[in-house]
Each structure stands twice: as structure tokens, then as C-alpha cells.
């Protein structure tokens, strides 16, 4: 067994400006079941108050018969679920915007989203970013949309930016002494 790569090759690291074109639809890979827990945390982290989200006996004697999925998880979880396509190398979030919600959210639904490129540009200010706009659709098991909304995004061109690619494992006694055990 060796305790060093012979060849070494980099997984995903996401796009950068100029890969993106307008038109291209990303299916984002992960999808991911909602639980009660996250339901109850993100409103007692956020300081949300309508028991429609964690007052069960509440949300019974609703039209939904059923505690709602808070609004603002089913945002950041799609917008989470579009990183590894989208803004692995984002400098800023622009703004979010058209942000519909046209079916609910419930405990125990998957969630799946993908994006589409609306449009791209140079920055005017920052010549290292580009100005990526999309749309993206968050959608359940059932595929029904949940949400769609678009975001806008400075992403580094190529070359510009962090670069954390540039970590690599040191094989120093200690390592090299783990394998043995």
C-alpha cells in the first residue's frame, strides 16, 4: 500500500464565469427529505412565530391539516442544492427576486431543484467577476414546484478568486504511521 498518490485528480470545483451560457438548464445533483426537525429548529432559529410550523393542533385545524414547511427553509434549501453548480465560486449574491411559492411544503417531502442560465455579462466595476443571473425551480417527489425564484450572482473568471485547490495532504511520519495501524 502506498501512502502517496501517484496521480492526482481534482473532483468538481464548480464553474466559473465563463462557463456558464444562457439557455443551459443544471439539474442539481442531491435532493433532500425535510423532517420536523428541521422545520421546528429553522423557526426557532429565525424567531418565526406562526404555529402554522410547529404547533401541530394548530396546523390540524387548517386547510392544510398539517404544520407547513417554513417558507424561508424551502429558499436556502434550494439555494443550498445549487452551489456545487451554481456559486461554488460566487464573490457576492446579487439579490434574489420573483420568489413564488405556488405549492406547499410539508414535513417528510423531498425536495429537488435545477437552474437555468437567464443571462450573463461582464461586471462594469469588477473586471476578476461576471454577472450571472438564473432561475430556479425547487420541486418535490411529486414533482410539483415549490419554488421558484432568481437569483443574481458576481461569480470569479477563471484564474481570479480563493483558490482552495491548492491544499494538499502532507505524508509526514504520523500519517504514514495511521496506515500502519
Known amino acids: 500500500m502506498t ?16 462557463d456558464f451560457t444562457v439557455g443551459e438548464v443544471y439539474r442539481h445533483p442531491l435532493g433532500r427529505t425535510i423532517t420536523r426537525t428541521d422545520n421546528i429548529w429553522t423557526t426557532l432559529i429565525t424567531q418565526n412565530s406562526s404555529p402554522i410550523h410547529f404547533d401541530a393542533h ?11 414547511v417554513d417558507s424561508t427553509f424551502t429558499l436556502a434549501l434550494v439555494t443550498g442544492q445549487s452551489v456545487v453548480d451554481l456559486s461554488q465560486h460566487v464573490l457576492a449574491n446579487l439579490g434574489w427576486d420573483k420568489v413564488r411559492l405556488p405549492h406547499p411544503v ?43 425564484f432568481e437569483r443574481t450572482m458576481l461569480i470569479y473568471k477563471s ?23
Open 106 to 148: 410539508f414535513e417528510g417531502d423531498t425536495i429537488y431543484s435545477e437552474s437555468e442560465v437567464l443571462s450573463t455579462r461582464e461586471s462594469r466595476s469588477r473586471p476578476e467577476v461576471g454577472v450571472v443571473r438564473v432561475r430556479t425551480v425547487g420541486f418535490n417527489q411529486r414533482s410539483e414546484i415549490v419554488i421558484v
Open 3 to 18: 501512502s502517496e498518490p501517484k496521480h492526482y485528480t481534482p473532483g468538481w470545483t464548480g464553474r466559473y464565469f465563463e
Open 58 to 68: 394548530y396546523a390540524e385545524q387548517t386547510e392544510f391539516g398539517r404544520p407547513l
Open 159 to 181: 484564474g481570479c478568486g480563493p483558490d482552495f485547490t491548492g491544499v494538499s495532504p502532507v505524508w509526514d511520519e504520523a500519517a504514514r504511521k495511521a496506515l500502519q495501524s
